[in-house]
């Protein structure tokens, strides 16, 4: 324990270009002696990643979006660094025989496909795509149970958890606790929602993250996805998980044991410290010089409970975990959906909670889907998400609190 590996880990970053990735890829860069980057995967952002290219020399770098492949191609010619393009390629490099650990830090669904491809190679996954096991936990649990391959989450909550029940049996867990900061409309009042801009949902109080996660932040719908995720990584029911508001995310989750412990990891909010964590795996934790906590940091830590008449979605979230098959995949669909329109001020902030909810009301159910019916699955959702949008047809009223659901056409 705490001997440096003899040799260094190769390791691939799906979405390098993004929030989680090139704060990834400053923890290699921290650990030369230990770490190198040996694919390098961006959906569009290609001149981040000819740049990032350059800094890293990974064996090779992939842009996803087959429009800038000859650009990244052009731009790497002069370098011996592979490059590729598409998502079969994607799938396919993660299962190099040189790779060692797969950082899956790619936004929403699409991180599906290569996290299952690197399971079935048995690689060592930090898990920072949350929408995989939202999609498909059901899927991934089963695909985990015949594979090598482990999954450490990146997540700042799921570390928590992950820290807190080292040296302690499952069984004698009662309960985890998930923070929430209660993102940047804990206190503003209910009805306020409706008039809230994409560039008041991008002020985030304490984490600095992507577009998307910072919007599911203040919806708090990136909390039932937590949750979702929580059940999968540690095998504990939905009621097992309760969710609590910390505005202050110094402490990073809990876990409650049936002998009326708790445990808590307590850290600074920077994703810096999960991701050291998770690549420190299985060895041990890696010393850094980055910033420490101090006393000032902790003085005044506080809980609340959620307000889930104001944050519809955690409920939301509650029962599409309790529906099961394919239901938390629609609910993923249909925020991706929902979320990228609002980033783009086509709807109102409270418009994404009922282009959820129509869509979850409509979309078929599938109790025990395999890969395929989360594909079609995906595709109906974001497809009738996509026609409430352009139909302008997912209007509902709120009338004196309570919500008046009208019926979409046809
Ligand atoms: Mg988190």
Redesign the pocket.
């Known amino acids: 324990m705490g001997e440096l590996s003899s040799t260094k880990s190769n390791i691939a970053v799906l979405g390098s270009t993004g929030s989680i990735g090139r704060q990834t890829l400053d923890i290699i860069a921290e650990y030369p002696e230990r770490f190198s980057a040996w694919l390098l995967v961006a959906r569009s952002s290609a001149d981040l990643l000819i740049q990032q290219a350059r800094q890293f020399r990974p064996h090779m770098v992939i842009i996803a979006d087959e429009r800038y492949y000859e650009y990244v191609r052009d731009a790497l010619e002069d370098t011996d660094i592979e490059v590729a393009t598409g998502s079969a390629a994607i799938a396919q490099a993660v299962t190099a025989p040189e790779v060692d650990t797969v950082v899956t830090a790619m936004v929403g669904y699409s991180g599906l496909e290569s996290t299952i491809a690197a399971i079935q190679a048995g690689k060592r996954i930090a898990l920072a795509n949350k929408e995989t096991l939202v999609v498909a936990g059901e899927l991934i649990d089963r695909l985990l149970k015949d594979s090598t391959s482990v999954l450490y989450p990146v ?3 799921h570390g928590a958890f992950y820290q807190c029940l080292v040296g302690e049996r499952m069984q004698d867990v009662e309960k985890l606790w998930l923070t929430a900061s209660g993102g940047p409309f804990r206190t503003l009042p209910r009805e306020r929602l409706e008039t809230v801009t994409a560039a008041d949902a991008l002020k985030h109080p304490n984490w600095s993250m992507g577009a998307k996660i910072t919007i599911d932040s203040a919806t708090m719908m ?1 909390k039932g996805f ?1 949750m979702i995720e929580a059940r999968w990584l540690f095998g504990i029911e939905p009621r097992g998980i309760e969710i609590v508001v910390h505005p202050q995310s110094i402490i990073h989750s809990m876990v409650a044991f049936k002998d009326g412990s708790v445990k808590a990891q307590l850290g600074l909010p920077d994703m810096h410290l999960p991701i050291r964590y998770a690549l420190g795996l299985p060895d041990g934790r890696l010393a850094s010089d980055c910033r420490k906590m101090t006393i000032e940091d902790m003085a005044m830590l506080t809980m609340e409970r959620p307000d889930v008449d104001k944050f519809p979605l955690l409920t939301t979230a509650y029962q599409a975990a309790h529906l099961g098959g394919t239901a938390p995949c629609v609910m993923n669909a249909a925020n991706e959906i929902a979320v990228a329109a609002f980033l783009q001020d086509k709807i109102k902030f409270t418009d994404i909670y009922r282009i959820i909810e129509q869509t979850m009301e409509h979309a078929p159910h599938v109790e025990r889907p395999g890969y395929d019916d989360y594909v079609a699955s995906n595709t109906a959702a974001r497809e009738y998400a996509s026609r409430l949008l352009t139909d302008n047809s997912f209007q509902s009223s709120v009338v004196s609190g309570i919500r008046i659901q009208l019926k979409t056409k046809n």
Do not use: A, G, K, L
Request: net charge negative.
């Open positions: 997540d700042s909550e990136n937590e």
